[in-house]
């Protein structure tokens, strides 16, 4: 099992000199972060580009964090469409494997009727990835709020309604808030294992919390614990490839730590 450690690297004014830093850093994955928006020009696309491809770079980009396909107002369920669409073309211009989501919330619908939405407006996606022959794949990240959609089972069960199109993107971080520290590493992956077992990798990302608030803090100074996050990945052994995205609020100083960590227990 191969274990890549990436960044989490904003796509701000700083972006390509954080790419530039990151092989120094003996890193190899950057997850590019449109948090606040997908105002980015498509000659700032193209040299993202030439950096990507220059210093040998695997990457996925990370939607905005405003994405809501489950909110009351159909335009913000439109727009959301829009964004995800307009995120998994820029996944081609760069080369990125995966787009990774947050969902939405819950709001009024609640769980079930708030899976049948997400499920109408992903066979739109679908569509249009069939349609553009578009590569990458959708990662639906698992969620740290009782209030959001993304618990281990609506991952797992979204992912199965789009096989090969959508696939789970593990906050380690999320999972330890969200079950109280109450679900076990290994059952994760033993549950994912069960459900996809077409599922070849897997994407996570990891940070350090403060205790059980989905605050993040620099890693070591809190809960979980990444060693056990490895020691589980190890054990089961389910995956060729495991990328594990930083999102410390020490980004590059705690992603080498976590290289570090790896390679320790190789």
């Known amino acids: 099992m191969n274990i890549i450690i990436g960044v989490s690297v904003p796509v701000d004014r700083e972006v390509l000199r954080r790419l530039r830093l990151l092989r120094c850093l003996g890193l190899s994955w950057a997850e590019l972060g449109f948090f606040r928006g997908l105002n980015i020009s498509s000659s700032t696309l193209s040299t993202l580009r030439e950096v990507i491809h220059k210093f040998g770079l695997e990457c996925s980009i990370h939607c905005p964090y405003f994405i809501n396909f489950c909110s009351e107002r159909l335009n913000v369920r439109e727009r959301s469409l829009e964004i995800v669409l307009q995120c998994l073309e820029i996944c081609e211009v760069l080369n990125c494997e995966l787009a990774v989501v947050h969902v939405g919330y819950y709001g009024p619908y609640g769980p079930s009727r708030c899976f049948e939405i997400v499920r109408n ?14 590569r990458a794949k959708i990662a639906i990240e698992t969620m740290a709020k009782d209030s959001q959609f993304g618990t281990l089972d609506e991952v797992i069960k979204l992912c199965n309604e789009f096989t090969n199109y959508v696939v789970p993107c593990i906050d380690w ?14 059952e994760v992956l033993h549950k994912i294992r069960e459900s996809l077992p077409w599922l070849d990798f897997l994407h996570c990302h990891y940070t350090s919390v403060n205790d059980f608030e989905d605050y993040h803090v620099p890693v070591g100074k809190g809960p979980p614990d990444f060693k056990e996050v490895i020691d589980a990945l190890k054990e089961c052994n389910y995956f060729k490839r495991v990328i594990i995205v930083c999102e410390s609020p020490l980004l590059e100083r705690d992603a080498v730590k976590l290289l570090k960590i790896v390679r320790e227990l190789s």
Do not use: C
């Open 121 to 134: 407006y992903f066979s739109k996606i679908i569509n249009h990835v069939n349609e553009r022959g578009i």
């Open 173 to 186: 971080a999320h999972i330890y808030v969200r079950y109280r520290g109450n679900l076990p590493f290994r």
